[in-house]
């Protein structure tokens, strides 16, 4: 079962979603940006870390959300969500197809990762 972090990333009123690329598992489907939690690492220095490595931004890890778990055909995950600002730096897509900032109230309009789902509705709870 793989330990998954994934960042809401909040900007100026608006959530910032990416789109794996062809060459990933799930290709082209839209997930929040995250990756896997390495040993003897905390959720939060691995979404640190990921965020940077992925997006070349610097990130605020603020609050949790639901852990969710999910099995998809070829692997497991333990997705953990963190609602998150974005501190410094311009988005860079250094390993998805591309990254849009969009209104929280069009996220369920993007053909979104099986896992990723619960997060954007609990989200959506959340910031009414």
Same mark, same amino acid.
């Given at each position: 079962?793989?330990?998954?972090?994934?960042?809401?990333?909040?900007?100026?009123?608006?959530?910032?979603?990416?789109?794996?690329?062809?060459?990933?598992?799930?290709?082209?489907?839209?997930?929040?940006?995250?990756?896997?939690?390495?040993?003897?690492?905390?959720?939060?220095? *691995? +979404?640190?870390r990921? =965020?940077?490595?992925e997006?070349?931004?610097? $990130? &605020?890890?603020e609050?949790?959300?639901?852990?969710v778990e999910?099995h998809?055909?070829?692997?497991?995950? *333990? +997705?953990?969500p963190? =609602?998150?600002?974005?501190?410094?730096?311009? $988005? &860079?897509?250094?390993?998805?197809?591309?990254?849009?900032?969009?209104?929280q109230?069009?996220?369920?309009?993007?053909?979104?990762?099986?896992?990723?789902?619960?997060?954007?509705?609990?989200?959506?709870?959340?910031?009414?």
């Open positions: 079962m793989l330990q998954v972090t994934c960042a809401i990333i909040e900007h100026q009123g608006k959530v910032l979603i990416c789109q794996r690329s062809a060459a990933m598992l799930l290709p082209l489907k839209w997930e929040f940006p995250g990756g896997k939690i390495e040993q003897g690492e905390s959720m939060k220095a *691995c +979404l640190a990921e =965020i940077m490595e997006l070349n931004v610097t $990130i &605020q890890v609050k949790g959300l639901s852990m999910h998809y055909p070829d692997f497991s995950l *333990c +997705l953990h963190f =609602i998150c600002t974005l501190i410094s730096g311009d $988005i &860079q897509a250094l390993e998805h197809a591309q990254t849009l900032w969009v209104d109230t069009a996220l369920l309009d993007y053909d979104w990762a099986e896992a990723d789902l619960p997060i954007v509705r609990e989200y959506l709870k959340l910031r009414p």
